[in-house]
């Protein structure tokens, strides 16, 4: 499971310096445009907006997912499981995040995915801890969820990605990823 987030994480850091001037939308949409690439590569119909590709189709709940679909390639959709599941929020404040995160903590996904950047006087550190803190406080999270959330720090010019994993009811064990 660590090697997806690895390979996420390693995505996320390539944009920055692709797109050195831009932010927000562009950076989204590159987002978006290299996931679904490696969602395609893992054979899984991906749903997003702004995107196209042989295996895109429009958005659908999440700013980007991956599904097993049984019946791929047909008109009628025939989900079988959400692979993963991202959200994608440049924030000016908590109360920008929370809608765009509380999607994920409901996600029945084998991957969430939060991107974000730090902003006001919050450092990457103290915005995971406040993810982290809302994962362990959602009552239906439930062990063997994991989450990768990655902060952009201004600072570094990279994602500061942490790799949070229910082990039992209460305990998580966050890992930070280093790419």
Request: proline content about 2%; overall charge negative.
């Amino acid at each position: 499971m660590r090697d997806i987030y690895q390979k996420i994480v390693g995505i996320l850091n390539e944009v920055p310096a692709e797109l050195p001037d831009a932010f927000d939308e562009d950076w989204t949409l590159c987002i978006k445009e290299k996931l679904a690439a490696l969602g395609g590569e893992r054979d899984h119909v991906v749903y997003a907006n702004g995107i196209t590709g042989d295996h895109v189709r429009g958005e659908w709940v999440y700013d980007l997912a991956w599904v097993f679909d049984a019946g791929k390639g047909q008109a009628e959709s025939s989900t079988r499981r959400i692979v993963l599941a991202c959200e994608c929020k440049w924030a000016r404040s908590f109360g920008d995040i929370w809608d765009d995160f509380d999607k994920l903590l409901q996600a029945r996904a084998d991957y969430r995915v939060f991107i974000t950047h730090e902003f006001g006087d919050e450092s990457a550190e103290s915005i995971t801890d406040k993810l982290v803190k809302r994962i362990r406080d959602f009552e239906q999270t439930t062990p063997g969820d994991t989450y990768l959330l990655a902060v952009y720090e201004k600072k570094t010019g990279t994602f500061a990605a942490a790799l949070t994993e229910i082990l039992h009811p209460n305990e998580e064990c966050t890992t930070r990823l280093v790419i």
